[in-house]
């Protein structure tokens, strides 16, 4: 298990890893756009409740779980959670 400020990575395989960003607590600083070694977080062009610009991330399979981005958000408004498994058949 790796424990970040505001990340919890519940499992290593990047396959079965999402990240998810707490819409209306961001506060649309971009720190995770600019650290997010694969570059797959955006400020959205919309507002949230907040009016804030809110970090989204626009690609989830290439997310490795690094948690760097919950590492910085100083709202603690991400997690790196594991993903649920699609049934085989
Ligand atoms: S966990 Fe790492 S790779 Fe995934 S979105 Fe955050 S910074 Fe990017
Ligand atoms: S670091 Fe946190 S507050 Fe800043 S843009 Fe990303 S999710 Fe929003």
Redesign the pocket.
Same mark, same amino acid.
């Given at each position: 298990m790796i424990a970040h400020r505001g990340c919890v990575a519940l499992e290593s395989d990047p396959a079965d890893m999402s %990240?998810q960003i707490d819409r209306d607590r961001c506060k649309g600083c971009g720190l995770?756009v600019v650290?997010?070694?694969?570059h797959?977080?955006k400020l959205e062009d919309g507002l949230n409740r907040a009016g804030y610009h809110p970090a989204v991330?626009h690609d989830l399979d290439a997310? %490795?779980?690094?948690?760097?981005?919950?590492e910085m958000c100083p709202e603690t408004g991400i997690r790196?959670t594991r993903r649920k498994k699609k049934p085989r058949g």
């Open positions: %990240t995770c650290f997010c070694p694969r797959i977080l991330n997310c %490795t779980a690094c948690g760097l981005c919950a790196v």
